[in-house]
């Protein structure tokens, strides 16, 4: 646990080392799952205004069962529509590094202030974006930054639809 803290700092600053370090590390797993736990509890938490405490849980629920449907598709794009030759994956290296992907995201627990919501929970999920592209480039062991994009420029999407059904569900960021 004394390397977790530091571990998701480095993951945020897009340190493609620890990205290699977490899809090696098969015990990191736990830790992956924490940070996406953590991600989406801030999620949750950030979205009270939106629903409450109910919507703390739904909130928190989308944001993880967006995460997995995220993470599953960059599992497939990147090994079954645009592997390399260099490209040995297995789905734990992915979900480590996905998952270590998800530190920005506890971010957004302060969109929980009102006038700054919006922006927060866009730029945290932005962030998010650029360093699922560091894990997936890592954990695919792509030469080419451009082709982890194209994974994550493919998958993303579906992820954004996700989570703007949960706002729809849950109602607009406050005005």
């Known amino acids: 646990m004394r390397r977790f ?18 899809e090696a590390d098969r015990s990191a797993i736990g830790q ?11 999620a949750g938490i950030g979205s009270y205004q939106n629903g409450g405490p109910k919507g703390i849980v739904w909130q928190t629920g989308a944001a993880l069962v967006g995460w997995w449907v995220w993470a599953w598709f960059a599992y ?9 030759r260099e490209t040995v994956a297995d789905h734990g290296e992915l979900l480590r590094t996905i998952g270590f992907s998800s530190a920005p995201g ?26 699922m592209i560091v894990g997936v480039r890592q954990a695919l062991d792509y030469r080419s930054t451009g082709r982890a994009i194209a994974v994550c420029a493919i998958g993303f999407p579906v ?13 607009p960021w406050p005005a």
């Open 5 to 22: 803290v530091p571990r998701m700092i480095r993951a945020s600053r897009l340190e493609a080392a620890l990205y290699e370090e977490v």
């Open 32 to 42: 992956a799952f924490l940070v996406v736990v953590l991600s989406a509890l801030a």
């Open 76 to 84: 497939m794009i990147g090994t079954r529509l645009l592997p390399t």
């Open 106 to 131: 506890i971010l957004r627990i302060f969109a929980v202030f009102d006038p700054i919501s919006g922006l927060v929970y866009f730029g945290a999920t932005l962030w998010m974006l650029a360093a």
């Open 159 to 171: 992820y954004a639809l996700f989570l703007l059904a949960t706002l729809v569900f849950l109602g």
